[in-house]
């Protein structure tokens, strides 16, 4: 949805989406064995865009917020450390946007987090391991307008 006052718009939007990372467990009593899991995180994203339109190129960027639907099973079993996961991370979008025949919509963003690392666990050695459930990304969206 998009509200256009005195030449600037608020979008607030609401997304689905799906990331899977590949990681490499390695055995502390058998340092030559290791096994390459994956894991998939499902969230919601909140993102709020305030913009303005530069003739038919929109300029936006807000702050977006994000919320882990799924617990990562794979990676943690410790019940203690999943109840971070339950929390919502803030971090902010940038990016532009076209609008093609009143029809379409793209939007190429850049998101980032407010917070360098959301999570992190130490693991057996006393090494410490981030989990960053908001990764830096390059976002490509097209939408149907109606």
């Keep these: 949805m998009r509200l256009t006052l005195l030449g600037v718009y608020i979008q607030p939007e609401l997304l689905f989406s799906s990331r899977t990372n ?50 990562p099973k794979d990676l943690i079993t410790d019940h203690n450390l999943k109840s971070n996961y339950s929390k919502m991370t803030i971090g902010y979008q940038a990016g532009v946007g076209v609008d093609i025949l009143k029809m379409l919509t793209i939007d190429l963003r850049y998101e980032g987090s407010l917070k360098k690392y959301q999570n992190q666990i130490e693991n057996l050695t006393g090494t410490k ?18």
């Design 129 to 146: 391991v981030n989990l960053d459930d908001r990764a830096n990304a390059f976002l490509l969206s097209l939408g149907i307008m109606f």
């Design 22 to 71: 590949e990681y490499t467990v390695t055995d502390l009593a058998a340092p030559s064995v290791s096994l390459t899991k994956k894991q998939t995180f499902n969230k919601l994203d909140i993102p709020v865009m305030l913009g303005f339109k530069l003739g038919p190129v929109r300029l936006n960027a807000g702050p977006s917020g994000s919320i882990l639907i799924n617990s």
